[in-house]
Each structure stands twice: as C-alpha cells, then as structure tokens.
C-alpha cells in the first residue's frame, strides 16, 4: 500500500513498543497538526449552532459491483463513480479553508488513495492534518448489523482502521462510528465501536414508532449500554440518531443528482431566491431544534454517491452559510458552520447533561405499519453460507501463516497470500453485501471476490501444511462436500485426510467422504483404526449436485482434532468389504438414541415427536415441519407494499403446511444414525445422531422453490414444544451475548403491532434458544437467519426466500434467485443443531458448538501413500485453552509481530462453572512461537490501550460506574473476565519450527 515515508504511525508504534519489545527506533518528525476536536470552528454559546456535514455515503457494493461503483460503469444502473467524488472533494477543499468533509468507506479511499501521485498524497495528508478532511467510522466498508458474526466485523474494521493509522497517523484515526444506512443495529456493534475507542455513535434508521417518541420526548440522542456483562463505561456508547436518516433537510440538496433549485444571489436577477431560501432554512433548524436537548443540532448535507462535481455543494453551502448568519445581526439567533459528527459530538459533551440510558437493540426495524425489514434476516442464505465458511478459512489461513512463519507464503506451492480475503471477507460484511440486498450480479461478484481470495488462501495453506508436516504431496480442497462431491475421493483406493482445527480446543467433528466403494479402512494418526460407515447417497443429494460428482456412498466417520492444528486420518479401499446397510423404508422411523440423547418420530407422519437428555432425564414433546408464508405482492387493502429483499411481509399469519407427513428412510449404524425424510419434491432433511454427539443434527435441503402458482414463498421450519416460555425468545447479537424477546413487545416503547408475525422477528446469528423453568432447547444455526417466536412453546426459523416482486427499497429487482445450475430454481441446503439442556447450564454446551460451528475444521486431501517421515499430528498450543476462553484472532502483523485477541465467551449471568474470571499466560501458549514482547491494544487494534481515552457521559438513571482495574501478576499475565476481549500485539521468534 502506498503509504507517507517516513510512516508516523509506525514509528508511533515502535516508540511505544521500545521498552517492552525492545526495538531501535529513531526521532519521530514533526508535523504541525491540528485535526480532530482541536480542528473544530468555534460554535456561539448564545445561538442555535447548525453543524452542517458535508458527505457522501458509497455502498461497497449494492447495484453495481464494487469496481462498477468505484470507476463510475455501468452508469445506466446508476450514475455513480467513486473515485471521481475523490478528485472533486479533495480540489473543492482546497480553495477554502473553511469546508470540511467526512469520508468513510477505506475500500473505496485506499483503492483511490493508491492511484495518487506523490504531490497529490502530500496535499491530502495536509487537508488531513488540518481536520479539513476527517475520517469517520473507518472500517473497510458499513457493515451490516444484523447477519454479521462479530469475529468478521472486527476483522473488517481493524483492516480499515490500520490503513488509515499507516497511512495518516492519529488525524486519520475517526473518532466517531457512522452507520447511517445498516437497517436496524444490533446492541454488539455498539459493545463493539466502544471497544474500538470511538467517543460517539450516529446512524439514521430505526423504527418509526420508536423515533416518533424519541422526537417528542427529546430522545434521539442517548447513552446506549451495550453489555450486561462488562462494566461500564467499557461498553457504554453515546449514540444519536440522526434528524434526516442520511440526507439532507427536504429543499437544501444541491448535487448533481438533485432536483433543488441552487442558491441566486443576484439582486439584479429576476429570481433572486436568497431571501426565500433563507426563511426556509431558518424554519427547518427551528423546528429540528424542538426534538433534540442542546443548542447544536446536526444536519447531513450529501446522501448516496454525491459530491461527483463537489463544486455545487460547496458553492451553495458557502452561500447558505454566510446569507444565514448575516441573519444574526437582526437576531435570527442561529448560526451556521462546517462540521463534521466529531465536531458536532465534542459540542454536546461539553453540554455536559444527563441522557437517557438503552440497554436492548434496535431491532427489527420498520419505515411504516406494514414495511418491517425483516426479510434481509435471511435473504441470499447461501451467499450467507458461503461468507461464513469463508471467515472460518481466513481464520485457518492467518493461523497457519502465524504459525509457520515466512515458509507459508512461500513454499512447494508457489506465492501463498491471506490479503485477498481478507479483503473479500472485509467487503462482504458490506450491509448490501451478507445481508442479501444487492442485486443479483452484485451477489455473483461478492462470491466470486471470496473464492478468488480462498485460491490464494489454498496456496498458503498448502505451504504451511507442508513444512509442518514434512510432506509436499499435493493437496486437494474439495469445497463441495455438503452435496458429497470431491474427485479425488470418489476415485482414489487410497489417501489421506488432513483435519485442521482453527479453536484453541481438541473437537470432535463428523466426516462425510463421497465414495465408490462398499468399505473401507480408515486409520488415525497413531494408526489404530476408526471406527467407520458406509452409507448410501440420498436422493436429495443426487439432485441437488446436478451434473457435480459421481458418488453412489458416503464414507462416514469421526474425527478428533488437536487445538489449534491437525491431525492425518489414512483412508483404503477394501476390495471385499461389505455392502452399505440396508435402509429401512416404508416403516415407521426408528428412535435414535446415544448416551447422551434420546430422539423419538411420530409412527404415523414420520415427523420428530419428542427429545430426551439422557443424562438429565429431561424431556420434551418436539413436533418439527417445514412451512411456507405467503408473500405479499402488494395488492391488498392494509397496505401496498410486498415482500422483497429487505422486506418481510406474509400475507397471512398463518403459514401453509408443506406437507403433513414425511417419507422416511432410516439407518442405523455404529458411527450414526439417521432418518431421511423427504417432505415434497423441493423439501428434505436428514435428522442425524453422531454415536457420541450431545447435539441433534437437521441436515435441510429446500428448492427449487416453486412459483408456478405466481406465489412468492418464504420458508420456514418450525418447532412446537410443550414448554411453557411465556412467548419469550432468546437470540444471540452477532454471534456474541445474548438479548432476550418477547412476543408483540419492544422495552422503550409501547408497540403498536401491525404485522404479527414479520413484527416479531429478530436476526439469528449463531443460535436461539426458548426455555421455561426447567428445559432450554437450543437451536445451533450455519448462518445468520431469522426467527421467532410467535406462540408459547414454539420457534421458527426462515430458510429460504424466493419473491416475485421487488419491495421498493432501491434494488428494483425481485429476490427471485437462479443460476445455470438451477435455472428453475436455487436449492439451498444447511444444517441446524439442537440441544436440550438446564437452563443454568446450556451455555456451557452451547457457546462451544456455537464456536465450532463458526470455526469448523478445515480438510485437505492428498492421493496415495504417506511418506513414512509424515508428520501426522500437531497443535500449535502447548495446550489447549480452557473452556471459557476462545482465540478469536491470531493474524500476521509485521515481521515477527502477530496479533492475537483472546476472549471470554461468556456472559456473567451464564454459567456457574465458566462465567469466572480465567488468566492465561502468553509465554506458555505456543508450540512453534517465542513470546519475546507484548503490548495490549484496544480493540481495533489501532491505539495502545494505556493510551485510549474515551468522553464520558452521564446516563439519566443511574451512576456511572468504573471499570474494574486489570490486576496484572507478571508482565506475561492476561486476566478475562466475562464478554471481555483483550487484543495484544506480540513480537515473537519463530526458530522453534
């Protein structure tokens, strides 16, 4: 990347690092700066003082692809060329000293910023300098709120945010979070950006019925406390929703794009409008002023994609500003000023006021009675699927270059590189991107960025699998196992299997292989053999894989991994071995049953009909089908709006059944049992019981869904139990703490209900779970969803959405996907894993799988013999961490720096055996590393964390608390306490491997 030499903020850091880590370093240069608050105008104490914030929003993605958006193609989808808005801005803040801009997605800059000549990045770093150009939020792109995993967000906004830190030092560091477009936002972003170091939060979308109260009580600004389990201020975070979503005041829109008269200030003309527009700007500050608690507001002057031709923004501003405060001298009492949120934000800390105190989400969001945007929970799932697998690829591919060291990037398999996904990843946490909102080439190229970027992944893996190991045999990735496809399998007498396991914990994990013959050997590491199964294809897999693999079985067995590495399992045809068992069809499904669990079908549908744990002797009556809601196509009385993309909106309550009753084959076998059922001709599913699995597995397959009828469908699965849970839910927030629903309620204000079944449900990142007073069913998802629940007892999860008209939220196409695969189509598959616990206990079975689910293990393949030399086994831990703890970031930093983040994953409330403060020490983790230094960050990862100093506010209810001080033992020592993450920067010697 291009960056300024010297680069301050690496001489920053190694200043910082000198005594700790103990490196050279030289004098730091010096530049006169007076960006951030110190960059701010000066406001008057006695005025009603408008912030106006010139900006541009720039989705990463949404209409156009990424490279559309940014070189300005395609401009007959829609007119929109990034790099140009660049050029403008930076040319129009140039002529006045006065003009500020904020800029957000580092994307889009850092692409921008790479094409620049050197005069060029000297003029902009200036502009920088001197808080005339000023970053907000920062991360690599906006990233959804409701169907991200944390892990990935956090990866995101580190990249961002470290470019900007390289490049810029501490002006370019933003001071304030920024999502003005994500469509509801989620209580763990907010946990997040306050543990990033950010003073304040603003985003512009949240319930109508929620913001109409917050206008009359003067509430839209407030003090969002984002954890019940980290003490605060730690995860407390100003927040304010923003008086235009993200545009500006009807009437003052002066962009090319816009319809708006400009600004004609020539008395001699005969449309003078300076007066007019005067009148009407000092109107509309007035009447914003009514809903918000101190003398400044905030208004956005810019929305999607402007300031192309900067100059008539900033021609009209300058006008509108100075025709403004000539006002005051005949006591307008309002005065105008260049701003940015930051500016804005340091004006109501020195209000220093009480605000109103938030605890829960703001979740799901509405724009009108019938328009919830709810559907976007599970549009796309397979793109979701994809982006989630992928994270747990990045996350094996930065281990294994951290644990190898230089010979992964460079090895037996050529130039191996974690950047381009890491870049992919970061892009697809896009809120057009995961969420499922983009049109449907836009969706293409996301996926095609994330496989591009797992090819180079392949080749750094391969490396470093090789030096561990020993061996250069080639390795094969067979990417579609979920349809039993993988060439090398299905013909090969003989290979191997190489299990990686990217958690810092040995797991048990289940392994599908499709194959052509009737038995096999299968061997572990030491060379004992395994216990295995032959089981035939299903149907459903047949026509789900199309033209894709020729496999007639599946080779099936478990393995168990070492934390934080791999293990080889040496697989070999048996010429005589015996055929698969024989499926019992036609006759009632068998109870499935292991030590752990007890799993009962219904005689005469073939349906589930109960759960027991068998350790427990807990049970419960489990009735689970598969629905379809009704779409709505905009054609009723209530409401013209239909379901689309973002939209979900059934035209009744009531879901149509699939099917009553299910075909059902069983098989029962030593390594699993399974009962496959087949619902109609577009739903399936295999409910499976590994011989020592705690976890149900529900292996569904839905589609082509059909619309043969004109009836768009959004389907559901279902699960009706006998509990009594007060038509309370329980849902994860992006995959981290756990928020609790209820049925036709929001805890601010008084719903009014307008649609009973998209009103109530909430994104699903990693599980959900229902309870009552002695039972908790958990249901562990592959993806983000969405779900609810709608009567006691129950909970239902969408799967699968295909729609036949667009809901007029911008993308102007329907969420009707096909592909050349599935022309009539798309077939999703996915699996859902529940458990039956105590409710004071769950946890501790769920957080683990949730991880392992996130995190699952990684298999490469190679053809043959191994050589005898193999090294057949590692881990990277000198042991494994304890249960509480998850390594949730080990990534190459620097040249002998690493990164690594390490987390309590539970809450305080969750578990009386691991809901308690663990220490670890640093030098004692690695089995290939030499811990030499250590200095703690912040979150992102781009401040010391000594050196992080937050506003702090005062919430109305209650006083503030303090953090509870790190009691340190050695310097080497890390204490978590519950929901904590700690992120330290490592310098390391790597002459162990």
Known sequence: MATRKPQLAALVLLLSLTQVLNFPVGPEPKRTTSCGYESCHVTKANMLNVHLVPHTHDDVGWLKTVDQYYYGDRNDIQHAGVQYILDSVVEELLKN???????????????????????????????????????????????????????????????????????FGKCGRPRVAWHIDPFGHAREHASMFAQMGFDGFFFGRLDYQDQSRRRLAKEQ?????????????????????????????????????????PIRDDPDLEDYNVDHVVKQFLAVARQQAQEYKTNHIIMTMGSDFQYENANLWYKNLDKLIRYVNARQADGSGVNLLYSTPSCYL?????????????????????DDAHDFWTGYFSSRPALKRYERVSNSNLQTCNQLEVLVGPKSRSGAFGAGDSQALKRAMAVAQHHDAVSGTEKQHVANDYARRLADGWRHCQVLVSNSLASLSGSTAERFYCDLLNVSVCDLTESSGKFSVNVYNPLARPVTWPVRLPVNGSAYLVSDASGRPVDCQVLPVSDATRAVRRSRGSATKELVFQVEAPPLGYTTYSVSLLQDGAPPPPAARGSSPPILQNKFLRVTFDPDTGLLSGLTNMETKQSIKLSQNFYWYNASDGNNTESIQPSGAYIFRPNCSTPFTVSSSAQTQSFQTSVVQEVRQVFSPWVSQVVRLYSDSRALELEWTVGPIPVQDDLGKEV????????????????????????????????????????????????????????????????????????????????????????????????????NETSDLFPEGLVVRGRLLLSLERPASAADAHRPLAQQVVLQPLLTFTDGELHPNTRLQFSGLQAALPPAVHLLTLTQWDDNLVLLRLEHQFQSWESSTYSQPVTLDLQKLFSTMEVLGVSEMNLSANQWKEEMSRFSWTPQTEEERQPKKVQGGSTWEVKLRPMEIRTFLLRVNLSRI
């Open 221 to 261: 600004e407030l003090l969002w406390r984002a954890s019940d389990s980290l003490t605060p201020p730690v995860a407390d975070l100003f927040t304010g929703i923003l008086p235009n979503g993200y545009n500006p005041p009807t009437g003052f829109c002066w962009d090319q794009s816009c319809d708006d008269p």
């Open 716 to 815: 559901i699965t279902r699960f009706d139990t006998d509990m009594e849970t007060s038509e309370l839910l329980f849902t994860d927030s992006n995959g981290r703490e756990v928020l609790q629903r209820k049925k036709d309620f929001r805890p601010t204000w008084q719903l009014k209900q307008t649609e009973p079944v998209a009103g109530n449900y909430y994104p699903i990142n990693s599980r959900v779970f229902i309870r009552d007073a002695s039972s908790q069913l958990t249901v562990v998802t592959d993806r983000s969803q969405g779900g609810g629940s709608l009567r006691n007892g129950s909970l239902e999860i969408m799967l699968h959405r295909r729609l036949l008209y667009d809901d007029n939220r911008g993308v102007a196409e329907p969420l």
């Open 97 to 167: 000293p006065e003009r500020r801009f904020i800029y957000v997605e580092t994307a889009f800059f850092y692409r921008w910023w790479k094409q620049q000549s050197a005069a060029t990045q000297q003029t902009v770093t200036q502009l920088v300098d001197e808080g005339r150009l000023e970053f907000v939020n920062g991360g690599w792109c906006m990233s959804d709120e409701a169907t991200t995993h944390y892990s990935a967000v956090i990866d995101q906004m580190t990249m961002g945010l470290r470019f900007l830190n390289d490049t």
């Open 346 to 366: 340091q004006e109501l800390h020195r209000a220093n006021l009480t605000w109103p105190l938030k605890t829960d989400d703001f979740f799901p969001y509405a």
